[in-house]
């Protein structure tokens, strides 16, 4: 039977194209295996991925990774940087705006490469192209950071790794080791304004129903260098005049260090007092210490007072009055109220805090 040619060039394209599909979508295993590394700082995720290849006896910086930019042979890229890894792109992605070596990146997903200067120099680089094959491909006019920075020699590491180092609550060091070098790159995130905006953002919703949690988002503000103003109208709103509004000694009191802290101190030592009325046993103290530390010794002297007054068994609140007056500078009352305390079996913490106090003021 005569075939039509037309009909037979089809039917073997199809087939080609049906053998290559199956074999692009084989799924084997890699002499470099892919890894992810993740870490959080604050609220934000920095995480890099790439495949580990092994030293295997060669001789690396400088030969299996040449030194600056080449031609590595393939590919369109003419002067390419190093793929810091195997196979494709290694990538790094930033769940927020970030800083890398100080520089700004917004978040996403971007291609790492490094290019390896000489024995102790090294530039990281990202690029747009987070989906290439390695750097064969890499165009300079798609990056969009290079950070200039110094390697360090460390300890032999037989696999490609990279390890998140030296974690702070803003920041922490990225770090590539192989064969006995390694190469670190900060990586910061300003949590401050990125746990406030998550809040301001989610504040209309569910979140914005409880009361806890405006309360939690000012003492942040506060405690972390927040917009002031904006944590106070937080604060009022969890106190007084609105649907989920409670006045509670915990409010008053984050109020109170708003209010000090914006140098408006009359209204703070007012807020105080009120404060210390609603205060339990435990308040009150830490209360008395607040006013320690502000060197309000008349306010720190009446509330510990306060506190033994209503809790007059209490050992704690004894040893509290006895380091008020130690701080003052009054020896003899000092004395008298340690004294005090160990008299009353105290637990073992305030037992020694108690007989320290004593042993000092004896010596002086």
Known sequence: MKT??????LFMCLLLSLSFSAFAQLNLPRGSQQATVS???????????????SVNGREVWGKLVPYGMNNLGFGTATEAPWRAGANENTTITFSHNAKLE??????GTYG???EVKDENNATIILSHDANAWGSFYYDASHDVLRADVV???AAHKELLTYEFTNVQPKATTASLFWEKKEIPFKVEFDVTDIVLNDFRDKSIGNTGFIRQNWENMARFSLNNGGDLKEALGW????????FYSQKTFNNLAIKGQILNKLGKTQDYAKLMDEAAGMANKNQLNTL???????????RALKYF???????????NSYDSLGECYKTMGDKKNAIKYLKKSLSLNPPANVKANSEKLLAELEAS
């Open 102 to 107: 100080g520089n700004p990146i917004k978040a």
């Open 112 to 114: 790492l490469h490094i």
């Open 39 to 53: 870490q959080r700082v604050g609220i934000s995720d920095v995480s890099i991925t790439y495949s580990r290849p």
């Open 4 to 9: 039509n040619n037309n009909l037979t060039t």
């Open 151 to 153: 390697t360090k020699t």
């Open 235 to 242: 604060i009022d709103g969890a106190i007084a005049g609105n």
């Open 288 to 298: 008395g210490y607040q006013m320690l530390g502000a060197k309000d010794y008349d």
């Open 305 to 315: 007072k306060l506190n033994i007054a209503n809790n007059p068994t209490d050992a």
